[in-house]
């Protein structure tokens, strides 16, 4: 055990088997084999500390927030505070009040598409995406430009998988009125120039939305400085819970959209004669939310605070090099997406073989990654490939992880 820990620690400060031991997922059999868990970009694993909270909540403090006069209450409500605390920190917001709760990236897009949208797209605006995009990213704005008569305009890219920017910037001018790109792409890995795309659309007129999905695991995220608009990422990609999220906005757009959703705690006064909002964030997050949800996102931020991120970034950006290495010695392998700056991911297709059979092949060797689409089929579409096969990669994963990957692909191709 010892020899593997030294062996999968890519530098002196990173100790990555202590990571993994928080991680009690990770120490099982899958198929008779070690579980090596490249479906990261999917979702990441659980840390005990986030298993802890979330059962400590139910089992300590469970009861509904902002309404209750007793103590339970008034302890979950502290909880779901702080957690807001934590988030508005961790992505460097300047007020916490701009961290409104979703479901997840998901939700936070459609949020703004609805919100913003329905006020600020009319006839004859244009919606840029990139081609890159998950479909989360694109599909709202789709619904949207359809009904306000707007037009969805996808950004073309390079056969690297780069954002095509000379093609971007030739595409702006002030019938733009949003931008909407990943920060990380989910089925690819680029990692996009965000500061010169977001300067570029403000320059027209644009408004900027941000799909941190797989950038917030990976590196830290200040939303000050990428100077954007909105940005949304989802607790489950981030060590965190299913079915929570967050929208970050800025203050002044956010007062200006009106409720995404009626109901309870969202209202300042409800009558039949009419109705008023409630204030930031509260205006958008009508309903009982996901309480639990978000006192396990701010457990999951706790855990990740306490290790240094630069050496999460070297550990990780050791593990793709080296697959890359191994990729290059692999026959019949070909890369999918070679931008320069990739985080996370390494998507690819095996001469004569259908992704799914690839992966099908992997997870009875205990290797499990994700084939098709990804969610991206434009991006298919354009790279002219019917899918892919991604392992992507996450802080826990080792040397040792990438090397069981690659002796498993070759005996894929044994039978194939
Ligand atoms: N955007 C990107 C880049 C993603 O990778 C994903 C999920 O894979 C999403 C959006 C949607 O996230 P969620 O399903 O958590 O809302």
């Known amino acids: 055990m010892i020899a593997t820990v030294t062996k999968s620690m890519s530098n002196d400060v990173f100790n990555v088997q202590k990571v993994r031991d928080e991680f009690p997922i990770l120490d099982q059999e899958i198929n008779g084999h070690p579980l090596v868990y490249l479906d990261n970009a999917a979702t990441t694993q659980k840390p005990n500390a986030v298993i802890e909270a979330i059962s400590d909540y139910y089992r300590g403090y469970n009861s509904n927030v902002h309404r209750g006069a007793h103590s339970l209450s008034d302890r979950a409500t502290v909880a779901f505070e702080h957690a807001r605390d934590t988030v508005a920190k961790f992505v460097c917001s300047p007020k916490k009040e701009q961290v409104i709760w979703t479901r997840g990236t998901t939700e936070a897009i459609n949020l703004v ?231 996370g991911v390494f998507s690819f297709l095996l001469d004569g073989a259908h992704p799914s059979d690839v992966g099908m092949l992997l997870d009875q060797q205990g290797v499990a990654v994700r084939t098709g689409h990804h969610c991206a089929q434009p991006l298919m579409e354009a790279l002219n490939v019917p899918g892919t096969v991604r392992a992507s990669f996450s802080m826990y994963n080792t040397r040792e992880d990438v090397e069981r990957f690659f002796a498993a692909l070759e005996k894929v191709k044994q039978f194939i």
């Open 113 to 343: 598409a609805h919100s913003w949208g329905r006020n600020n797209i009319g006839a004859g605006d244009k919606i840029l995406v990139s081609t890159l995009e998950h479909h989360s990213n694109i599909v709202p704005w789709q619904i949207l430009a359809e009904e306000m008569g707007a037009q969805l305009i996808p950004i073309p890219i390079l056969t690297t998988g780069d954002i095509d920017i000379p093609a971007f910037s030739a595409l702006l001018d002030e019938r733009v009125k949003m931008v909407s790109v990943g920060h990380v792409s989910n089925a690819l890995g680029t990692v996009n120039p965000l500061k010169n795309i977001i300067s570029a659309a403000h320059a027209v007129g644009a408004k900027v939305f941000i799909d941190g999905a797989q950038a917030v695991a990976h590196f830290p995220v200040d939303v000050q400085a990428l100077g954007c608009d909105f940005y949304g990422f989802s607790g489950h990609k981030l060590f965190g819970p299913t079915g929570i999220g967050v929208l970050w906005g800025r203050e002044a757009l956010l007062n200006e959209m009106p409720p995404y959703h009626g109901g309870g705690e969202m209202i300042e006064s409800c009558s039949f004669s009419g109705t008023t909002f409630n204030v930031l964030p509260y205006k958008f997050e009508a309903g009982t939310p996901d309480i639990a949800g978000v006192i396990g996102l701010a457990a999951a931020i706790d855990y990740l605070n306490t290790l240094d991120r630069n050496a999460i970034i070297a550990h990780e950006r050791d593990l793709l090099t080296y697959c890359h290495q191994l990729a290059e010695k692999c026959s019949g392998l070909k890369r999918v997406g070679e931008a320069e700056n990739i985080a």
